[in-house]
Structures are given as structure tokens and as C-alpha cells.
């Protein structure tokens, strides 16, 4: 069984939200100062490379990232390979034929070449979910809808696709790198930092083939 590292790398150079702070990674300690140790701080959103948007994201009376439950951010997962699309609406998804009961759907599109390539200023006309897209996704009783840039949701309007997911407890994780991953069938583990009460976190996840 293969195992695929989907999380990004964080570093300044990590592409970032327009608006959201830079990524500050400061070392404070250093044993060649004579210090005793390493130590290093770092500053950055929440919602910073790959990371995981809990409902309190757009829901004022939604569940915070500690609450998310662990059985649905790990276990059988679908990539579902995009690669011709500009946009992921209900008649992409239709034709793309997602096996039944699928639970969790990570969307790769041609946003993953992106960071493949190493290209590191943000992308305003990356692939998003549109909000009927989503509609079909939670219609279908799918719990977690992963993609392969900073948003589920086109740049334009990012506020609808989030809302219907979120508000049907859909778990959304955002930034994947889906590069080296082909479609098909893993099992995922997707774990987000256990921040209290806060509205997402930053995750490492991998995928393992089955």
C-alpha cells in the first residue's frame, strides 16, 4: 500500500489568501547563538496551506475544529480527477459518474499542477465547487469535500458553496496537493491541529492506497 503525502509545505513563501497575514516564521533560539536548543515561532492563519474549515467558519452557531469528529475525517475517500474543468457544478459531477455511498470526495483539478510547479503567487481563477455543486455533493450524503487550492469556493463568491456545506455538517478541506495522486479509491487521514473553539486549522493528511 502507497502512501501519498497531500499536505503542503509551510513556509513564507506558501501562497496565502489575498488580505489574510504573511506566514512569519521566526527562530528564537539557536544552539549555534549557544542557546540550549532550537526554538522557533510562527504566525499565520488558521486557514494557511492545507487545512480544515470547521462550520464556525460561516456558521455563528457552528461547531468549532476541536468538535469535528475524528470518524469523519479519516476512512475511505474517492479522488475524483478533473482535469478539463473550469468549474465543478452539479452536471460535471453527474457525468463524472462518483461511485455510490461515496462519503468523503477529494476534487482534483488542475489547480494541483499548480503547486507541482511551484508557482507561488495566488491564483484568482483556480477550480472551485459551485454552490449547486455542493447542493449535489450533500444531496448525496457525501460528509467531507476535499480540494486542491486555498478555497471550495470561486474567488468571486466565496460565501454560498461554504454555507451549504457547512450548514449540512460537511467537513471542507482546503489546499490539498493532489499532484502525484491518481483517481480512485484510498483511505484518508486528515488530522487538523486540536485548536479550541476556533473555526479551522491547519492539517496534515495523507492518503493510502487500498
Not at 489574510?20 to 510562527?42: C, F, H, W, Y
Request: glycine fraction near 8%.
Amino acid at each position: 500500500m502507497r502512501t501519498y503525502d497531500i499536505s503542503l509545505t509551510v513556509s513564507p513563501d506558501l501562497p496565502i489568501w489575498p488580505g489574510d497575514p504573511k506566514i512569519l516564521i521566526q527562530r528564537i533560539m539557536k544552539l549555534e547563538n549557544g542557546d540550549d536548543a532550537n526554538v522557533s515561532t510562527i504566525a499565520m492563519s488558521v486557514h494557511t496551506g492545507t487545512h480544515v474549515d470547521a462550520p464556525l467558519h460561516f456558521l455563528s452557531d457552528g461547531l468549532a475544529v476541536n468538535e469535528i469528529l475524528l470518524k469523519t475525517l479519516i476512512g475511505r475517500a474517492f479522488v475524483l480527477d478533473l482535469p478539463e474543468v473550469d468549474i465543478v457544478t452539479t452536471d460535471v459531477l453527474e457525468k463524472a459518474e462518483l461511485p455510490p455511498r461515496t462519503r468523503r470526495v477529494l476534487l482534483k483539478t488542475r489547480n494541483s499542477a499548480l503547486w507541482f510547479n511551484g508557482v507561488r503567487e495566488f491564483q484568482k481563477d483556480y477550480v472551485a465547487l459551485s454552490p449547486d455543486g455542493a447542493q449535489y455533493l450533500v444531496d448525496r450524503g457525501v460528509q467531507l469535500v476535499g480540494v486542491d487550492y486555498l478555497s471550495v469556493a470561486p474567488y468571486a463568491e466565496t460565501v454560498k458553496t461554504h454555507t451549504i456545506l457547512l450548514e449540512a455538517g460537511v467537513v471542507v478541506v482546503e489546499g490539498l496537493d493532489l499532484s502525484q495522486v491518481s483517481d480512485g479509491r484510498y483511505n484518508l487521514y486528515c488530522l487538523p491541529i486540536k485548536l479550541g473553539g476556533l473555526e479551522g486549522a491547519p492539517a496534515r493528511a495523507i492518503l493510502v492506497g487500498v
